[in-house]
């Protein structure tokens, strides 16, 4: 399996990447709604769980994917420098960015106010983000090659999406 992963990843890196960001963040929902929410199967919102798969697969895969190699670009003095001025870009210039794109493209999606998604939900969403990911993308942008950092990020997320997805939906 991780052999026809590579050769995809070769073929067509942002379909690939897409691809499976889609499908990791669709199961997120569903552990949002089956692990956290407990919803049952029976109530499970599954627009909602293809709305979280459509954002993965067509924006977050996409940009991420398209980011991370302009992330490779910084060098610096230092291996060190160049992993903290990666980790500093992509926290302080991307998750801002995507934590509000997030939020705001769900609210469309749900046909809901995404000035009242936004004033509610996106300053916990950044500080939680903070609490988890600075930490992830350390060990990202120092151990993982750079054609398998969408896929490290994809499983951290299956955690982080379900939060996300629990958060979005949350009254």
């Known amino acids: 399996m991780f052999r026809w992963y590579q050769a995809k990843l070769r073929s067509s890196p942002l379909l690939t990447q897409s691809a499976t960001t889609a499908v990791l963040f669709a199961t997120g929902d569903v552990l949002a709604q089956q692990g956290v929410e407990r919803v049952g199967v029976e109530k499970h919102d599954y627009i909602r769980t293809a709305r979280m798969g459509l954002y993965g697969g067509a924006v977050f895969g ?3 994917t398209t980011w991370y190699k302009q ?3 910084i060098s610096l003095s230092t291996t060190n420098r160049t992993i903290l001025a990666r980790v500093a870009c992509d926290q302080l210039i ?3 960015i995507h934590m509000g ?4 493209t769900m609210s469309v999606l749900e046909g809901s106010s995404a000035r009242e998604k936004l ?3 996106y300053q916990p969403a950044l500080v939680n983000n ?3 990911w600075p930490w992830v993308q350390l060990v990202n942008f120092r151990w993982v090659p750079l054609e398998h950092r969408v896929l490290l990020v994809n499983f951290v997320s299956l955690g982080w999406n379900c939060y996300l997805s629990y958060l979005n939906s949350s009254k």
Request: hydrophobic share 60%; charged share 10%; no cysteine.
């Open 62 to 64: 996409p940009v991420v």
């Open 71 to 73: 992330l490779q670009k």
């Open 94 to 96: 991307f998750t801002p």
């Open 101 to 104: 794109v997030f939020l705001s």
């Open 119 to 121: 004033s509610k939900a």
């Open 130 to 132: 903070w609490l988890l």
